[in-house]
């Protein structure tokens, strides 16, 4: 029988932002999971991914940031985005029995919840799908700092061919991160996680990561 996906919305300020909810029968965990920063909720790589994790017995709670609500292109600024991510992580909280809250994001959302964490937002632990450790091009501009005061487990999803995190570097900020920080290699992923010269649609793609995230899971409740 399917998990069934219900809709609701979230408070965030003078605001609302939609969200949806997939809950598997007693599930051991439940993962918030944030879009990136070129697509909203409903995207199908995230729709698989959800749907994969509710076979794994996760339940998952995805949701658009304002600015995606709205319409907008340009990602919302830190503070807002942060915010946002409270309001969620509380809602799942709500929605919850007990099981621990995890924060998971693609890119952008991956990169927030990082950040919110750090900032004190209570998370079991994170999952990265494709960290943005920096600007394509850009690997001297690191985006990393926040990520050393982070205590909870850290799993690192990364394609080998992505773009926005050289291997090296990457591989240098988790060893500097320490033992909560586990990186796991997707050979010839992209940003999106695609392999060249193999023909999968995007929801095949996101729900392929989805036994590793669930093993990790497992691993660290």
């Known amino acids: 029988m399917p998990n069934t996906e219900t809709s609701l919305n979230v408070a965030v ?15 051991s965990a439940t993962l918030v999971v944030a879009h990136g920063a070129g697509a ?36 919302d600024r830190p503070p ?14 709500e929605l919850s029995q007990g099981e621990p809250l995890w924060a998971a994001g693609k890119s952008f959302g ?10 004190g937002m ?13 600007a394509p091009g850009k690997p001297e501009k690191l985006r990393d700092e926040h990520l050393y005061g982070v205590t909870v487990p850290m799993l690192f999803l990364q394609g080998t ?19 909560t920080a586990t990186l796991q290699w997707s050979e010839g992923g992209d940003h999106s996680f695609a392999v060249k010269g193999v023909k999968r649609g995007a929801a095949e793609v996101g729900a392929s990561l989805a036994p590793e995230v669930a093993t990790f899971l497992r691993a660290n409740t």
């Open 122 to 134: 209570a998370a079991r632990g994170l999952v990265y799908l494709g960290y943005p450790l920096h």
């Open 13 to 27: 300020g003078e605001t609302e932002v939609s969200a949806l909810h997939i809950r598997p029968k007693q599930p």
């Open 161 to 179: 061919r992505d773009t926005f995190a050289t291997p090296e570097l990457l591989e240098r900020v988790v060893e500097k991160i320490g033992p």
């Open 40 to 75: 909203g909720m409903e995207h199908p790589f995230l729709q698989g991914f959800a749907e994969a994790m509710a076979e794994e017995g996760v339940a998952t709670l995805r949701f658009n940031f304002p600015y995606r609500e709205a319409g907008r292109r340009f990602p």
């Open 110 to 119: 991956g990169r927030m919840a990082s950040m919110a964490v750090a900032e």
């Open 80 to 93: 807002l985005a942060i915010a946002t991510w409270r309001a969620v992580m509380d809602k799942a909280a």
